[in-house]
């Protein structure tokens, strides 16, 4: 039954549009149509394909919009270049012009790309964002921030630039694999640490319900981290400030994944670790207790997540670290935090701090 | 001798720039400083480097910024995807941050690159244009266009994204070969066929000038051009309405390009080919008299530009242009002449037209 259960807007400087949260409601043209044009080339992966691809196609073309799709490899190490050809090339190849719109189908890679895509083909082409995972409803469709990887770093070629609405439909997550869910749930996590510890209570008394797939305890979920979201974005657009809180567990799940090969570690795994790791870290700057530290891993093996990264060597934790985009003139920059749901932006230059806070996770 | 012939601001709604026009002024640290940080890229060429790399590098490294340089081969042709890689390759391997500031000192193609990397490296950093042709003076450096070459398309892939400032060097134009003169020259004549019939009467009587170099004339046609510019920019800064006017003579010119494949035929050569042709597709449409073309190709020949394309089949030409970045929902649009200082655009729905336009330069 479609129903939309919630509609926000996010407020950024360049532009201001919908969040749709809701069932059934991807491929409802009613609601869609305001937000696309005459074109529409749908971007998605093949695992998303076989599940919903026909029934958006079907929608559009039923009400006379020329619908064709471009379908990517799934998956975080095909978050590069090769995909991004491959969605150019499509455009191209089907006369796509400054009045075709994109529609993201899929999680957090298929709508970073795909984003990238449309702020950079023929210099920006509108887009909207149906996110199919719980991590891409509740962080990565939300707020323009789109990219691919480059060897040498996560996300190190991107753009800003908004969706024109964003159509996060629960039902979706019907089919969503149990791994998948769980790494979704590390952003949500990450959300209540940094700025919402209420959140937080709210989390550890309703995991349970939210790893049971209950749709009002999603919609609530996904709700709450999308205005907490919206309400960074429309402060701090392009990050010059308080948006890096966001990153929350991001500089250590980012060299996590980097270290480990895209793909093997879920982006959401690493930056379960990574959240741990900035609260050892905010342990030894004084600013956290071990039992702060104990309550969320704890909350990480509720949602089926890994409590600690893997182990390697210190110089290529601090290898990945220097390529991070918060480091600035040469000093790298964390997300501590200084309690359960307040996080500041720490500079470091002592690299010793680092290494006693990671200390059991460094091979030697 | 240093001297800040002109300065103006380019008023874009995005950002609000200086550019300044003059002699021996874009290696002037006093005036260099406040549009930079403490750590420079500089994206330039292997024919500039030679010339005016080591000038730029030491000025700044004297002042104690730390510069490094990204050298890449000359030509439209490199101007693509690997080109664009090894600018993000240069950065990181030099662990350019997000206050890095890249320096684009080069032409259009360099210019048009280094800006895109800067638009997209990390989400978006700094940079200045240092141009050091005339077609980049007049023009390409100017107003946020960046852009990439696709196999199917000139300046398909790229960005809006606008300078910290603009350096015009008259200087450089001392050491620019004649060829690159004429085909600067052609966006001079295009702004005056576009915008303003006195400026045709001045370029008319005053060509021979220009085409000697004297400084103080040049400096006048930079400025003219420049402000024409910028009052478009800042009107339209992501090209809605008028700012399409700046393509009389691009969409035949693209085609150009393309067909004799990139560096063959210069940009500036292709668009003097494509002003003409826009005079006889504005014929056809019965708003410009023969005279009127007679004069556009006698100027073009004054400054040693072609003045006819060179002949190929008509499903090329068609096939090209149906890539152009004006196509609106298939529709084809094409800048065209009122009169000569009076650009409107203009949809074209009938190929047919076009053919009769284009019948001389119709292989068949």
């Given at each position: ?13 360049s532009h ?22 005459k ?10 394909a ?9 929608a ?37 012009d ?9 999680g957090?890679v ?8 449309a ?138 994944e ?55 060597a210190f ?45 059991p996770?460094?091979?030697?």
């Open positions: 039954m479609k129903k939309v259960w919630h509609n926000l807007m996010v407020d950024a400087p201001r549009y919908p969040i749709y949260i809701g069932s059934g409601i991807f491929a409802d043209f009613a609601l869609l149509k305001a937000h696309i044009g074109k529409v080339a749908i971007v998605t992966n093949d695992v998303v076989p599940l919903y691809l026909d029934t958006l196609q079907n559009l073309r039923d009400n006379g919009v020329a619908a064709f799709a471009i379908v990517l490899p799934d998956g975080e190490q095909h978050k590069n270049h090769a995909s991004l050809n491959a969605i150019y090339d499509g455009l191209l190849r089907h006369h796509a400054r009045k075709t719109t994109i529609i993201a189908l899929g957090g298929v709508g970073d790309m795909a984003g990238f895509a702020a950079t083909y023929q210099r920006g082409i509108p887009f909207v964002q149906v996110p199919t995972t719980l991590l891409s409803q509740v962080d990565s469709s939300v707020g323009g921030k789109t990219a691919i990887n480059h060897p040498l770093g996560k996300n190190m070629i991107g753009a800003f630039y908004q969706p024109q609405a964003v159509f996060a439909d629960l039902d979706t997550l019907d089919t969503l694999p149990e791994r998948e869910l769980s790494a979704g749930m590390a952003e949500v996590i990450k959300y209540a640490l940094l700025g919402d510890s209420d959140f937080l209570r709210w989390l550890e008394a309703n995991m349970a319900a939210l790893m049971g797939r209950n749709q009002a305890f999603l919609a609530q979920a996904v709700l709450h981290c999308c205005r907490m979201k919206a309400a960074i974005v429309a402060q701090d657009e392009t990050e010059q400030g308080m948006r890096a809180l966001l990153n929350l567990g991001h500089t250590f799940g980012h060299a996590i980097a270290e480990m090969g895209y793909g093997n570690w879920l982006h959401g795994e690493a930056v379960a670790a990574g959240c741990v790791l900035a609260c050892l870290l905010s342990e030894r700057l004084g600013s956290l207790k071990t039992k702060d530290t104990a309550r969320v891993r704890a909350i990480m093996r509720q949602a089926k997540l890994p409590d600690a990264p893997p182990v390697f110089e290529r934790w601090l290898a990945h670290m220097r390529h991070d985009k918060k480091v600035e003139s040469g000093m790298m920059r964390f997300v501590t935090l200084s309690a359960l749901g307040r996080a500041v932006l720490t500079p470091l230059d002592d690299v010793r701090i680092l290494r006693d806070a990671l200390q996770f460094i091979l030697d």
